[in-house]
């Protein structure tokens, strides 16, 4: 598989892709209070700082709503069925510009962390922690407030490191630069010049005391200089500043 390096073209057919499933999810009447449809990923991201986007689009939910969209999916918009591991849980659309995977996960299902199988882990933690955003002025979806969602893409990180770490992973090019994207994605959430003074600090708190080894993502953060490049929107010594101030007050 080739470094992970989307091109525009992509991620708009990406977006428009998105909007589809977001138009399905506020037909069906999603009750905003209690979501059983999130947007979780780079999308969620987006949601909050549009620095690049997304190829693939992220969804937490239940069983009987991933049958069901995975299933207008396949039958209007020219999905198909996706294996990972011999198992469905997946659609995909081969686009001119690449193929766009939509990915379903359930709020139950255990997500263990790479390395650390007694520590529990589910997206049960999302309950109550939600909110309504636009996406690039389409229609509104919920995602994970952005405490949340940062706490989401260090798991993100913690599993990828450990997977190219110990050699689990099943395409090294590919998974560092996923993981270039999930430390990007990260400074895109707590960069105070685009909305990370509203980080809810207790809530982050509280999650990184319960997992206290995902506080090594923002240490490092300052060190990964292909994140910086990515995201663009800080220098070194605002990421330096911006992370240490974090970690002060965590």
């Given at each position: 598989?080739?470094?992970?390096?989307?091109?525009?073209?992509?991620?708009?057919?990406?977006?428009?892709?998105?909007?589809?499933?977001?138009?399905?999810?506020?037909?069906?009447?999603?009750?905003?209070?209690?979501?059983?449809?999130?947007?979780?990923?780079?999308?969620?991201?987006?949601?909050?700082?549009?620095y690049l986007g997304s190829v693939d689009?992220?969804?937490?939910?239940?069983?009987?709503?991933?049958?069901?969209?995975?299933?207008?999916?396949?039958?209007?918009?020219?999905?198909?069925?996706?294996r990972q591991m011999n198992v469905v849980?997946s659609v995909a659309k081969m686009t001119?510009?690449?193929?766009?995977?939509?990915?379903?996960?359930?709020?139950?299902?255990?997500?263990?962390?790479?390395?650390?199988?007694?520590?529990?882990?589910?997206?049960?933690?999302?309950?109550?922690?939600?909110?309504?955003?636009?996406?690039?002025?389409?229609?509104?979806?919920?995602?994970?407030?952005?405490?949340?969602?940062?706490?989401?893409?260090?798991?993100?990180?913690?599993?990828?490191?450990?997977?190219?770490?110990?050699?689990?992973?099943?395409?090294?090019?590919?998974?560092?630069?996923?993981?270039?994207?999930?430390?990007?994605?990260?400074?895109?959430?707590?960069?105070?010049?685009?909305?990370?003074?509203?980080?809810?600090?207790?809530?982050?708190?509280?999650?990184?005391?319960?997992?206290?080894?995902?506080?090594?993502?923002?240490?490092?953060?300052?060190?990964?200089?292909?994140?910086?490049?990515?995201?663009?929107?800080?220098?070194?010594?605002?990421?330096?500043?911006?992370?240490?101030?974090?970690?002060?007050?965590?």
């Amino acid at each position: 598989m080739s470094p992970y390096s989307p091109s525009q073209e992509i991620i708009e057919r990406s977006l428009a892709e998105l909007r589809v499933i977001a138009e399905w999810i506020h037909a069906r009447g999603e009750d905003p209070d209690n979501p059983e449809v999130i947007l979780i990923g780079g999308w969620a991201v987006d949601a909050y700082n549009p620095y690049l986007g997304s190829v693939d689009i992220d969804l937490v939910t239940t069983g009987r709503i991933r049958h069901t969209l995975m299933h207008y999916l396949r039958s209007d918009h020219n999905f198909m069925p996706e294996r990972q591991m011999n198992v469905v849980k997946s659609v995909a659309k081969m686009t001119p510009a690449g193929k766009i995977i939509q990915d379903f996960a359930t709020q139950e299902a255990p997500q263990p962390f790479e390395g650390k199988p007694e520590v529990p882990f589910t997206f049960e933690i999302l309950s109550g922690n939600t909110t309504r955003r636009r996406i690039r002025g389409g229609v509104e979806i919920s995602i994970p407030t952005r405490a949340m969602l940062v706490v989401l893409k260090m798991k993100a990180a913690w599993d990828r490191s450990y997977r190219l770490e110990h050699g689990l992973s099943h395409d090294e090019v590919w998974e560092e630069g996923k993981l270039v994207k999930d430390y990007a994605d990260i400074l895109a959430l707590i960069d105070p010049a685009h909305g990370g003074h509203e980080l809810d600090i207790e809530c982050l708190g509280e999650h990184l005391n319960r997992y206290n080894f995902l506080k090594n993502c923002i240490e490092h953060l300052p060190r990964v200089n292909a994140a910086h490049e990515r995201y663009a929107g800080m220098d070194r010594a605002d990421v330096q500043r911006v992370c240490g101030d974090l970690l002060s007050i965590l």
